[in-house]
């Protein structure tokens, strides 16, 4: 069992140094993100047995040993769980996986031990399947498929460790193909995942075994029409009751249940189950930890889904019911913070954040005002030389905000952001200075003293330069500004 | 950093004003009542797909913890995260169409700005130090009444302020220079004005060279001219524009064409570090009623 209190660097071995931990580590995020862009990120997990934990030394069986163990069993005789421990063993070693299934009968085998009356045996052999759905080979994880239909049906039982084995082995052989998720589906994977659920809503290891098939479910491209029979199944009600983290249990389940709520699709269900709320106050507090530096915990994992969801919540909620569903949740100031105290130890997650922001502002005005009231926005403005978009970001936000009110525009220059246009439209990127020119036309054009003010911050220079710009789109709004705003005015 | 084909955005701004009386809208108002206002920002939800960019590291942060590759900070000294996703500053870029220079700070920015993009000379893209320079510069290259006058009286003006005096030819200005005010004999800004060479028919590719050596970041230490060529498609058949050599390096106005034909010499003589050339739209020319910057509108297509 993993938890996250626990430091586990099962990453394939034992590494030695923290050198190589590195080395490793930043290689797989390599491929990890290549694999996203090929749009095939698949993760799988093994669930390992505490008793094992200690055996460090342990030599791995080699193949030759799979198929002695195979004969073994298949000769019958009453000792099948002595054949079986070690049998689950060797088949961690990838090629003895491929060597076991094309044994003749393997399967089949394996799947009547599944379902004998044996309990142990049974155990024993949920955990090879286990190990077998583990394997990065697709030709592995289809020779599981007779076992699916028992897996399934064992998901309403009662015996925890059981069920989260099968839960396990369910969700690592869900992205495989194609048609092990269709053959899934039809056996009626979504309506056992949430009897499951129900039944073993207090057992959190078998909860979070439970978010994690589920998130694997819908990793598909087609993930859409898989998730509306989740929410026939009352699945989005169930996951949001998950999301408070234990305190004992630690964040595990609620990670798991949260990527799931970051589904866009869900968003008219989830917000007719208050998710709104309840996901907002969420944030608020993790948020707060964060900003008070407490992330020992691995509190930004759960961060990070939340901020999908609430960001897509807050996208598909209409406007004038917005505050009404926050329920009195105040996001903005939180939301400031989490983006400040982000900006330095996870700047994408800070993004997301100041994506977050963008979409509460957009059309509450309420939110917009309280951005000043609070004496928000000079924190903002510190934010604007980051690149890789989270300028570009945060000044959405605040163009947002220069957007519903002329006094609005006001303030905001009061706080120094025409001093922040003025070196916002020096910069490289052409996002931010397209920007910065429509924020600066708003400032412009709501009062003359701003206009004044401009001019005297040394801003004729830059709109001249910009003047010049390559982009054709660039050149007419600064020429524009200048010709019927600035210079008009003298 | 949006691409447009993951990105579905719902301008719900639009004409609605759904905030009631609080959102004042005067906005669109406003913009629809100027003609030809190109602003176009509105306040817009972003529904992002889910493969979206914005969300690829965070994606990849939870793969990671899947894997068991995720450590957090008060253990063993890892940071989340790998450097190669830490935070950067944005970079400040030169505006000017085809200077290519970018900085790390304002200061380098204002500094590149002023030195070598004021005080340009409209008709032949010539940069000069200083608004005084660039008017004695246009009135004696560029202007035909200075070329008449100038052959029965004395019009070359002493370069240096306060003084005064005037010449018949450049000759004997450089002769006053060098005499009274000790400028050196092979002072920049005083070069004769020769004959033009003949254009050279492959501009473009010379100019697209030595735009890429001249990536680096530039620091305008001493004053070098700024050449401009005309680079775009747009400006090609701009005859006033006249093309130049591609000798960066040719602060000698006089060897004017022969500069053209010998950038190599130049270049020992002068090392200047850095070269550039930016390209005026010729449908943007500072007019009259600009406070700093281009002057001098002869030749100058409307």
């Known amino acids: 069992m993993w938890r996250l209190n626990k430091v586990r660097h099962k990453a394939g071995g034992h590494a030695n140094s923290l050198e190589e931990l590195r080395t490793k580590r930043r290689e797989k995020e390599r491929a990890l993100r290549q694999a996203r862009r090929d749009r095939q990120l698949v993760s799988k997990r093994l669930l390992r047995n505490e008793d094992e934990e200690q055996d460090t030394m342990e030599v791995t069986p080699g193949e030759q040993d799979v198929v002695t163990l195979f004969q073994k069993l298949h000769h019958g005789g009453t000792e099948k769980e002595a054949f079986l421990r070690p049998l689950s063993k060797a088949l961690r070693n990838p090629s003895a996986q491929l060597t076991f299934i094309k ?34 080979h697709t030709s592995v994880a289809s020779a599981c498929l007779p076992a699916t239909p028992y897996l399934l049906t064992y998901l309403s039982g009662q015996s925890t460790k059981f069920t989260e084995l099968c839960l396990y082995t369910l969700g690592n052989i869900c992205p495989d193909s194609e048609t092990v998720k269709e053959r899934l589906l039809a056996q009626g994977i979504i309506p056992a995942l949430a009897g499951c659920m129900q039944n073993h809503r207090h057992n959190l290891a078998v909860v979070e075994a439970a978010g994690f098939a589920l998130f694997q479910l819908l990793q598909s491209k087609d993930a859409v029409q898989k998730v509306i029979p989740s929410v026939r199944s009352g699945l989005p009600s169930q996951l949001l009751s998950v999301l408070t983290p234990d305190p004992d249990f630690g964040l595990a389940p609620a990670i798991e249940c949260a990527w799931y709520t970051g589904f866009f699709h869900l968003c008219t269900f989830l917000i007719n ?81 100041a994506w977050v922001l963008n979409n509460l502002t957009a059309h509450s005005t309420e939110s917009c005002s309280a951005l000043l009231t609070l004496n928000l926005v000079p924190r903002l403005l510190e934010l604007l030389p980051f690149s ?103 | 950093m949006l691409q447009p084909d993951l990105l579905q955005l719902m301008a719900m701004g639009g004409s609605q004003t759904r905030n009631g009386d609080e959102e004042e809208g005067f906005r669109e108002a406003a913009e629809q009542q100027e003609e030809g206002n190109p602003f176009t920002f509105n306040p817009q939800l972003l529904r992002l797909h889910r493969d979206h960019e914005l969300f690829e590291d965070g994606d990849v942060f939870r793969h990671m913890y899947l894997q068991d590759l995720f450590m957090s900070e008060a253990e063993d000294d890892i940071s989340p ?66 070329t008449i006058l100038a052959q029965k009286q004395d019009m ?52 697209n060279t030595t735009m890429e050596a001249a990536d680096d970041v530039c620091r305008s230490e001493g004053v070098c001219e700024v050449m401009c060529s005309v680079e775009s498609n747009q400006l090609e058949q701009e005859e006033s524009m006249e093309t130049h050599a591609s000798s960066e390096e040719a602060a000698q106005f006089e060897d004017f064409s022969a500069s053209a034909q010998t950038p190599e010499t130049n270049t020992e003589q002068l090392k200047p570090k850095y070269s550039y050339r930016f390209v005026v739209p010729k449908t943007v020319c500072f007019g009259h009623g600009s406070v700093r910057g281009f002057r001098g509108q002869r030749g100058r297509r409307k």
């Open chain 1, 103 to 136: 044994l003749e009968n393997s399967m089949h085998l394996l799947v009547g031990l599944l379902t004998g009356s044996d309990a142990r045996c049974r155990l024993q052999a949920v955990r090879c399947l286990h190990e077998l759905s583990h394997s990065t």
């Open chain 1, 273 to 353: 189950c208050g998710a709104l709320r309840q996901c907002g106050s969420l944030l608020v507090s993790l948020g707060g930890a964060v900003a008070d530096g407490n992330t020992d915990q691995g509190v930004e994992l759960l961060v990070c889904p939340l901020l999908r969801c609430v960001g897509n919540l807050l996208s598909s909620c209409p406007a004038e019911t917005l505050h009404s569903q926050l329920g009195g949740v105040d996001l903005v100031a939180p939301l400031c913070e989490l983006v400040v105290a982000l900006i330095h130890t996870l700047p994408t997650l800070a993004r997301e954040t």
């Open chain 1, 388 to 490: 890789q978009g989270i300028n570009t970001m945060v000044l959405r936000v605040l163009a947002n905000v220069a957007h519903k009110k002329k006094e609005f525009c006001i303030q905001l220059a009061e706080l120094g952001l025409l001093s922040a246009l003025t070196a916002t439209l020096k910069m490289a990127d052409q996002d931010i200075v397209t920007l910065s020119l429509e924020v600066l036309f708003m400032m412009i054009v709501s009062s003359p003293q701003i206009a004044e003010q401009f001019v005297s911050q040394g801003g004729l220079s830059v709109l001249e330069a910009i003047q010049y710009n390559s982009d054709g789109e660039v050149r007419r709004r600064a020429t524009y500004l200048l010709e019927q705003h600035i210079l008009r005015e003298k």
């Open chain 2, 81 to 146: 995260l790998p450097p190669d996703l830490f935070l950067s500053v944005s970079e400040f870029g030169c505006h000017i169409s085809g200077c290519r220079a970018v900085f790390s700070t304002l200061d380098e920015y204002e500094h590149h700005y002023n030195s070598l993009h004021r005080h340009v000379c409209c008709s032949c893209r010539r940069s000069l130090p200083s608004a005084r320079l660039l008017d004695i510069h246009i009135q004696e290259w560029h202007d035909s009444l200075f």
């Open chain 2, 156 to 207: 070359y003006l002493c370069l240096v302020e306060g003084c005064g005096q005037k010449f018949r030819t450049s000759q004997q200005r450089k002769d006053h220079l060098i005499r009274l005010h000790k400028y050196p004999p092979d002072f920049r800004f005083d070069k004769n004005r020769k004959e033009k060479g003949t254009r050279e028919a492959s501009r473009e590719q010379r100019t």
